[in-house]
C-alpha cells in the first residue's frame, strides 16, 4: 500500500512576549497506486485505435496513425495522467514497431496479449459488434481485469533471425504448392509443356531464394556468440539440420527468459486440451493448438527425422506404438518431448542427450 504524506502547518501563538513560530506536522495516509490507468490499442495495418480508462472512471477514445508519428502521438495522449498499462495483440510486424516505442517509454507498462485470450475475453463479454473501436474498448478491459505480463522486447538480432525464418517458411509453402502443381501437370497428357517449363522455373527460383536466406540466416547467426552457441545446441539432435534450426530457434528465443517449460508448451500449442461433460461426454484429447504454429510446424519435420535416425527418439515412438497410440499422436508426443529437450539444452547450456530423452529398456 503506498502512503501519502500531508505538511500541515501549526501556528502557535506567542508567550510571555516570545514571538510566534510556526512548526509542520507531517500526516502520513493511505493513497491510491498511481499504476490505476488502464489502456487498450487495437492495431491495424494503417490506423491505432485506442481507448483509455482514467482514474474517474471515464474512457477516453482515439485513433492515431500507425507511423512514427502516430506512434509519439499516441504516447503522448497516454502520458498526460501518470503511470498506464498498456495492453496490445500480437499482430505480427504490425505491432512490433509500437510496441518497441511503448517499451521504451518511461511511464508505460506494456503487455503484448495472445489475440485468442482477447477473443475468449470478449465472448465472455457477451459482445454483439466488432468494430476497430469496441475492440479497444475489449482491449482496455482485458488490461484492467486480467493478469498483467511485462513484455519482453527480443534483441535486434533475434529478430532479424525470425523475419528471415518466416519468409523462408513462405517460400517453403509456396515451393510445395509448386512442386503439387507440377505433379498434377504431369498427371495428364493434356497440360502445355509452356505451363510445365514455367512451374519448373519457378521451382528453381524458389530454391534459390531459399538458400539465399539460409545463407544470410547463417551469417547472422555466426556473428553472434548467444546465437551460435544455441545453433549448436540444436544442431546437435540428430533431426534438427541447419534449416530446421533456423526456423526453431527464433521462435524460442523471443520467449521471456523466466518462462518453464509447461509456458513453452503451451506457447506452441502443443498441450493437451481435454473435453468431457457429466457422464455422457468424454472426448479424446488433444492438443489445443493455442500458439504459435510456426514453432509447432519447424517441430513436425526434426520429429519425423528424429524417430529414424535417433535411437532413443525412436525407442520412444516405438513404446507409444506399443501402447496402442495412433502413429499421428505418437508424432505430436515426440514433437513436445523434442521441445521439452530444447528447452534443457538452453537452458543448461548442454548439447542433446538422448538417455535424458528416453531410457531405452534393457
Given at each position: ?41 487495437d492495431?491495424s495495418?494503417?490506423?491505432i ?11 477516453h ?5 500507425n ?6 502521438k499516441l ?7 501518470g503511470?498506464?498499462r498498456?495492453?496490445?495483440e ?7 514497431d509500437?510496441?518497441?516505442a ?17 477473443k ?22 482485458f ?40 505433379e498434377?501437370?504431369h498427371?495428364?497428357q ?7 517449363n ?15 536466406m ?11 556468440s548467444?546465437?551460435e ?15 530446421s534450426?533456423?526456423?526453431i530457434?527464433?521462435?524460442?528465443l ?5 518462462m ?13 486440451r481435454?473435453?468431457?461433460s457429466g457422464?455422457?461426454?468424454e ?24 524417430i529414424?535416425?535417433e ?5 520412444f ?5 506399443a501402447?496402442?497410440k ?11 518431448k523434442l ?9 543448461h547450456?548442454?548439447d ?11
Open positions: 500500500m503506498e502512503l501519502r504524506a500531508c505538511i500541515h502547518n501549526v501556528r502557535h501563538p506567542s508567550r510571555d512576549g516570545k514571538p510566534e513560530f510556526v512548526s509542520s506536522l507531517i500526516i502520513l495516509f493511505p493513497g491510491r497506486m498511481h499504476k490505476n490507468l488502464f489502456a487498450g490499442c492495431i495495418k494503417h490506423h485505435d485506442a481507448c483509455l480508462l482514467r482514474v474517474d472512471g471515464r474512457r477514445r482515439s485513433r492515431f496513425k507511423e512514427p508519428s502516430g506512434h509519439e504516447i503522448q495522449w497516454l502520458c498526460r495522467g503511470i498506464v498498456v495492453v496490445i500480437a499482430t505480427g510486424h504490425y505491432s512490433l509500437l510496441a518497441l511503448l517499451e521504451r517509454t518511461a511511464g508505460i507498462e506494456l503487455m503484448v496479449a495472445n489475440p485468442r485470450a482477447v475468449t475475453f470478449a465472448s465472455a463479454q457477451m459482445r454483439r459488434s466488432k468494430t476497430d473501436r469496441l475492440d479497444a474498448e475489449v482491449i482496455c478491459d488490461a484492467q481485469r486480467m493478469q498483467f505480463v511485462p513484455w519482453q522486447p527480443p534483441d535486434e538480432a533475434v529478430l532479424k533471425l525470425r523475419g528471415i525464418s518466416r519468409r523462408m517458411q513462405a517460400l517453403t509453402t509456396e515451393r510445395t504448392r509448386e512442386l503439387t502443381r507440377l498434377d501437370a498427371a495428364t493434356t497440360t502445355s509443356g509452356i505451363i510445365i514455367d512451374i519448373e522455373v519457378n521451382l528453381r527460383h524458389l530454391e534459390r531464394r531459399l538458400n539465399e539460409l545463407r544470410q540466416a547463417l551469417k547472422i547467426v555466426r556473428s553472434h548467444r546465437l552457441t544455441a545453433f549448436n545446441r540444436l544442431t546437435s539432435v540428430r533431426g534438427i539440420a541447419e534449416k534450426a533456423i526456423m530457434l527464433p521462435e524460442v523471443i520467449l521471456p527468459a523466466e518453464s517449460i509447461r509456458q513453452w508448451v503451451a506457447q506452441a500449442g502443443l498441450d493437451p481435454r473435453h468431457s457422464s455422457s461426454i472426448k479424446n484429447e488433444r492438443i489445443s493448438k493455442v500458439g504459435n504454429v510456426r514453432l509447432r510446424r519447424a517441430l513436425y519435420m526434426p520429429a519425423l527425422v528424429a529414424r535416425w535411437p532413443n527418439v525412436s525407442a515412438y516405438e513404446h507409444l506404438i501402447k496402442g495412433k502413429p499421428i499422436v505418437a508424432v505430436v508426443a515426440v514433437m513436445r521441445l521439452h529437450a530444447i528447452y534443457g539444452m538452453l537452458k547450456d548442454q542433446f542427450d538422448g538417455s535424458k530423452f528416453y531410457q531405452i529398456p534393457a
